[in-house]
């Protein structure tokens, strides 16, 4: 079962092909020659509206079934920011290192009790018809007061699940990828997938 990503991040793209399995051939954008010149466009105030909107514009300029995640941090004591614009929190081209180190410094004064966080996930489906369909995941949990660990991306060092002592980036993929946001998400898309089928 083809799926085509609206994504050029080679580590979503990782991510995604190892959650979803084998009955899924997955690609990213940069694998399709009809998206070369495609620019995505993020600029809903929702995850589900920006993860709809890339998948509809993917899934029309190469005539395949698509798929979308819009995801990022949301922070109780930040009054729910970085949130959709988790990945420009810092500045369009700054590092994941370089995100952490600011959200830590919003929170330097906020104790571990109300560093409450959410990573949130929406995942659009879009076929060439137009047809689309939205899910959504959560993983809930804390923010770290360093970060910790080297495994993962974004804000995996600094961002404790619910349940667990160690970030993301301590727990490593497959601990991750079995309790996360995108994997709770990317469960109700590989059904509606399934479904359309």
Same mark, same amino acid.
């Not at 798929?67 to 009054?79: F, H, I, M, P, T």
């Not at 995996?156 to 998400?185: C, E, M, W």
């Given at each position: 079962?083809?799926?085509? %990503?609206?994504?050029?991040?080679?580590?979503? =793209?990782?991510? =995604?092909?190892?959650?979803?399995?084998?009955?899924?051939?997955?690609?990213?954008?940069?694998?399709?020659?009809?998206?070369? $010149?495609?620019?995505?466009?993020?600029?809903?105030?929702?995850?589900?509206?920006?993860?709809? %909107?890339?998948?509809?514009?993917? #899934?029309?300029?190469?005539? !395949?079934?698509?798929?979308? $995640?819009?995801?990022? %941090?949301?922070?109780? *004591? %930040?009054?729910? &920011?970085?949130?959709?614009?988790?990945?420009? @929190?810092?500045?369009?081209?700054?590092? $994941?290192?370089?995100?952490?180190?600011?959200?830590?410094? *919003?929170?330097?004064?906020?104790? @571990?009790?109300?560093?409450? #966080?959410?990573? !949130?996930?929406?995942?659009?489906?879009?076929?060439?018809?137009?047809?689309?369909?939205?899910?959504?995941?959560?993983?809930?949990?804390?923010?770290?007061? !360093?970060?910790? /660990? $080297?495994?993962?991306?974004? @804000?995996?060092?600094?961002?404790?699940?619910? /349940? @667990?002592?160690?970030?993301?980036? !301590?727990?490593?993929?497959?601990?991750?990828?079995?309790?996360?946001?995108?994997?709770?998400?990317?469960?109700? &898309?590989?059904?509606?997938?399934?479904?359309?089928?």
């Amino acid at each position: 079962m083809k799926l085509t %990503l609206a994504t050029r991040n080679p580590k979503k =793209i990782e991510e =995604i092909q190892s959650i979803l399995g084998h009955q899924f051939e997955v690609t990213g954008m940069d694998a399709i020659s009809a998206s070369a $010149d495609l620019e995505l466009i993020e600029d809903c105030q929702t995850f589900a509206g920006n993860a709809i %909107l890339k998948a509809a514009s993917v #899934a029309k300029a190469t005539q !395949q079934l698509a798929l979308a $995640d819009d995801s990022g %941090l949301v922070v109780d *004591a %930040l009054d729910g &920011a970085p949130g959709v614009h988790s990945a420009r @929190y810092a500045g369009e081209n700054a590092t $994941d290192e370089v995100r952490n180190q600011k959200l830590l410094h *919003a929170l330097k004064d906020i104790p @571990y009790s109300q560093r409450t #966080a959410r990573f !949130q996930c929406a995942i659009a489906i879009a076929d060439q018809e137009g047809k689309v369909e939205v899910v959504e995941g959560v993983c809930e949990g804390e923010i770290a007061h !360093q970060p910790k /660990g $080297d495994q993962g991306f974004g @804000y995996d060092p600094v961002f404790v699940p619910d /349940g @667990y002592q160690q970030t993301f980036a !301590q727990l490593g993929a497959t601990v991750k990828n079995r309790i996360s946001h995108r994997r709770r998400a990317l469960a109700l &898309a590989a059904k509606v997938v399934q479904n359309w089928l």
